[in-house]
């Protein structure tokens, strides 16, 4: 596996919050490197773009597990994914601003040959590059295409 940069990041983390013996910090950090190691032996090319989508699948599970905990009334749970959520958001880029994200996402639409949801979507995502998450990007694309 290639240590990119977010990589070598995660490492050093990981190593730091051993020593320091925080249990919690750690197994979320050994959850994000093993579910990079998953894709490298999946033969998935590991970038900081692939780094991101990890990121961004284990932020969208906690706040799944959230929404569940909440409802079964179990706030201890809720207060630990709560806080998993906080470590994971900080080896994510910054997300840009609604505007700008429109913005880019309609430039994408005018310069696309196919004007279809997925085609327009998929575009959009490669050009947002990770600094915004897909329910996001999804939302203001069915915005631009209603309008047009």
Known sequence: MLDTEMIKRLKSDLIMYMKSKELEKLNVIRGILNEINIRDMKNIKIDDNEV????????????????SFQKAGRNDLVEKESN?????????PKEIS??????????????S?????????KAAIVA??????????????RKIIENK
Not at 84 to 92: A, F, S, V
Not at 113 to 121: L, T
């Open 113 to 121: 040959q196919d004007k279809s949801f997925g085609a327009v979507m």
């Open 128 to 141: 947002i590059n990770g600094q915004a998450d897909s329910k996001r990007i999804s939302q203001i694309v």
């Open 52 to 67: 991101v989508k990890v990121l961004r699948s284990e932020l969208k599970k906690r706040k799944e597990s959230i929404e």
């Open 98 to 111: 609604d505007e700008e994200l429109f913005n880019k996402i309609k430039i994408v639409y005018s310069k």
């Open 84 to 92: 998993e959520i906080q470590l994971i958001e900080q080896y994510l």
